[in-house]
């Protein structure tokens, strides 16, 4: 699965849609607004960033909730380093890459930093002196418990649970749970009842809350211990 290239198609002009899982890769209608609400508003940053903050990924997809991570990170003006860690089994080409985040230039992020930089060959890329981007290639049940680090907050953002079940599975969330820190948080955009049952067997206090735009419903939560501050390593 090594290096295996995402295949994309396109509906309405610049929303990439995944051919192998049939699941477009944000949502049609504010791809952005439902990052920000899902992601960093459901682990409640930015009031939590500062100091050593390791944010952890399941699906880097277009790389917009890093974008949006870093860009508050950025605008909150905060003192130390952020991280941010994904897991990608089919990593976009550049090109793709581009296209798909063309629209969001309008919204300040900082688009052509980030395509000037990346390689679907994965590795780490020195996004801003503050802020640090791994990618992980591969298929995240062997490499997330593989990894040697352990994340303050997760974005779990695979495909449709229906349609990308692999990346919901509770080994792998059980291993999502043993590297988060202790009062690390996770959010996602699905509240299937089996995701929220595999998180909360996993050890995390899961909580159902308003979903954005058409989505009733999202999941986040928390591990048990303390709950403020940047402690991922």
Not at 4 to 29: K, L, M
Not at 74 to 79: F, L, N, R
Not at 194 to 214: I, N, P
Request: charged residues 20%; contains cysteine; proline residues 5%.
């Amino acid at each position: 699965m090594q290096n295996q290239s995402a295949d994309v198609t396109w509906q309405s002009e610049n929303v990439p849609v995944s051919t192998r899982f049939g699941d477009p890769y944000y949502s049609i209608e504010n791809g952005l607004a439902e990052t920000r609400h899902v992601f960093l508003v459901g682990n409640r940053l930015p009031e939590r960033f500062g100091g050593e903050f390791h944010i952890a990924e399941l699906g880097f997809g277009t790389g917009m909730n890093f974008l949006a991570a870093a860009q508050m990170w950025q605008s909150k003006g905060a003192t130390g380093q952020l991280r941010f860690t994904s897991f990608e089994a089919y990593p976009m080409k550049r090109a793709d890459m581009s296209k798909a985040l063309s629209v969001f230039k309008e919204a300040d992020l900082p688009v052509d930093r980030f395509v000037e930089i990346w390689s679907p060959e994965g590795g780490i890329f020195e996004f801003a002196p503050d802020i640090k981007l791994e990618v992980i290639v591969g298929d995240a049940r062997n490499t997330v418990a593989q990894w040697q680090g352990r994340a303050d907050a997760w974005f779990l953002d695979g495909f449709s649970p229906a349609k990308n079940p692999e990346l919901w599975g509770e080994a792998l969330l059980q291993d999502v749970a043993s590297h988060t820190v202790p009062g690390g948080t996770f959010a996602t955009y699905t509240a299937a009842g089996f995701v929220r049952r595999a998180l909360a067997s996993a050890g995390f206090e899961v909580q159902r809350k308003a979903g954005y735009g058409r989505k009733r419903h999202m999941s986040c939560g928390a591990l048990p211990g303390r709950t403020n501050g940047a402690t991922g390593s």
